[in-house]
């Protein structure tokens, strides 16, 4: 455990409350002090939904502290048991719980003798996993919970629809443009012929849980959730699975071809080939392919970009960028420091530098360090840039209020290539716009503030200086300052004049 007033992945317990408020009649008991309840408000605010966030907090008080829980959390469980008539209960603990060392699987045998509800302790380490590994287990334990009982009570459907089918496994509450995304690959797979068997945890129910085996396959469009489930559903059931990242015209395309692998293998009359369709999107349909050859892209060939965000987006928008846009990429990386070897393996041969850390501080020195022309990560590599006066454009969670807009949003799909070349494009400063806009006063030209992220030190500089500073164009003004700064703080110089500017410009041999 550690204290930080900002962390890229929650604790386990906000993963475990994710899945279980994702689907549809389950309620989540959350074993823990008044401080960790805020997840109610967190989701209430962000997804913008008419209902309520089904968590309630069994609170753990200087009672409980003293004494035990005892009763308290059973109490809780059949109480809600009877108010929401939920078809299952997930009872959590959090870190702070764990500390009491009581024995919740005791409490869940007993909460399940005295009401009419499915019970299940969520089984997860606090200590060891983040948010996205608790999600990660809480979705596979729910599923296998859901499935041994149906075979237990003979409800369970193995036979296989007649026509081909998927399980999309992964879309839930809270996740980066989630809603956009699931739609996005619903609309594709119905033009592929394909039906949707079950979408979990997202809008899904405990009853559709036993239907799994039916679909052909299933689809894991995100590494942070759902590939534990696939590896189980494929182990017990023998379900093939897809875990390419359809994001961008090329990866799309591949997604596509795996799915029409895995059909053809099996026993039917049609004989599946998308490759015509995969031709007219990618040539035609898709906007993204065509732009990318296009003048205006052709500009950013030449700058380079800094990518950190999860797994997923951020080996994705590395490839894209790289291979799809021509632009170069300094440094990729990601806190899901759990799943650093498949990073380093995906972004092999596209980047100058991989980057696994979960320290924000880390990420802000490395991209102060290179100075990119653009950075897409997260809400903390926005604040990065703004500070360093460097364009983000936010590819990946942790989330903010702004990525979950009111408009049609993908980042999976040739849909969701569209978008991304989109902010892409529009997240790089246009060096001659700038610049014509600096000269016809159409940027604000007040006194430039230090962008450098240390505040160890503070120069003072001249006022010709500062006049002189001011008539560099803005899109490469923090750079230079930045420099300039550098280079006095070497030759231990505290007052930067206009001979100190030109001394730093002859440095770097400018």
């Not at 089984?123 to 983040?130: E, I, K, L, Q, S």
């Not at 629809?161 to 609309?187: A, M, W």
């Not at 990618?282 to 993204?288: L, P, R, T, W």
Request: glycine fraction near 6%; charged fraction near 25%.
């Amino acid at each position: 455990m550690k204290l930080a007033y900002w962390m890229y992945a929650g604790p386990a317990h906000i993963g475990t409350l994710r899945v279980a408020s994702s689907f549809k009649n389950v309620h989540a008991i959350m074993h823990a002090p008044l401080g960790d309840d805020y997840f109610n408000v967190m989701r209430s605010m962000l997804e913008r939904e008419r209902d309520f966030t089904p968590v309630t907090a069994s609170i753990v008080d200087r009672h409980v502290l003293a004494r035990g829980s005892q009763e308290k959390v059973v109490e809780n469980i059949v109480r809600k048991d009877k108010e929401e008539k939920p078809d299952l209960i997930v009872l959590t603990p959090t870190c702070t719980s764990s500390i009491l060392q009581e024995d919740l699987q005791n409490f869940v045998d007993r909460a399940t003798a005295e009401s009419e509800a499915n019970v299940l302790l969520a089984d997860v380490n606090h200590y060891r996993v983040n948010e996205l590994q608790a999600a990660d287990r809480t979705l596979e334990q729910i599923i296998r919970f859901c499935l041994e009982k149906a075979e237990r009570i003979g409800t369970i459907d193995t036979q296989k629809t007649e026509k081909p089918s998927v399980n999309l496994l992964g879309f839930f509450t809270l996740g980066f443009h989630h809603t956009h995304d699931c739609r996005e690959l619903c609309s594709l797979l119905e033009d592929l012929g394909i039906s949707v068997n079950a979408i979990v945890p997202e809008g899904g129910k405990i009853e559709t849980l036993s239907k799994l085996p039916k679909a052909w396959f299933n689809l894991v469009p995100y590494r942070e959730v759902g590939l534990m489930s696939a590896e189980y559903l494929k182990e017990k059931y023998d379900m093939p699975y897809v875990s390419r990242i359809p994001m961008g015209v090329v990866d799309t395309s591949e997604m596509i071809k795996e799915i029409q692998h895995i059909l053809n293998n099996f026993e039917t009359e049609k004989e599946f080939d998308f490759s015509a369709y995969i031709k007219n999107q990618s040539q035609f349909v898709s906007q993204a392919s065509w732009f990318s050859r296009s003048i205006d892209c052709q500009n950013l060939t030449n700058k380079k970009a800094v990518v950190f965000g999860d797994s997923t987006h951020a080996a994705a928008i590395t490839k894209v960028l790289v291979r799809e846009m021509g632009i170069g990429v300094s440094c990729a990386g990601t806190y899901c420091t759990h799943d650093a070897d498949w990073f380093r393996e995906q972004v092999q041969g596209y980047v100058d530098e991989v980057f696994i850390t979960d320290d924000h501080t880390q990420v802000g020195d490395m991209i102060a360090r290179l100075e990119p022309s653009a950075i897409f990560g997260t809400q903390m590599e926005r604040h990065i840039g703004k500070r360093l006066d460097i364009p983000c454009g936010v590819i990946s969670a942790p989330v903010h209020i702004q990525n979950f807009p009111l408009g049609y949003r993908p980042f999976l799909g040739y849909e969701g290539s569209n978008q991304i070349a989109d902010l892409v494009y529009n997240s790089f400063s246009l060096g001659m716009e700038d610049h014509l806009l600096e000269i016809f006063g159409g940027h604000d030209t007040k006194e430039v503030i230090t962008k450098a992220l240390s505040t160890e030190d503070s120069f003072k500089w001249t006022v010709d200086a500062q006049k002189e500073l001011n008539k560099i164009p803005g899109f490469v003004r923090g750079k230079i300052k930045r420099n300039t700064e550098k280079f006095a703080r070497e030759q231990g110089v505290n007052t930067i004049s206009i001979e100190i500017m030109y001394a730093a410009k002859e440095a770097v041999g400018a």
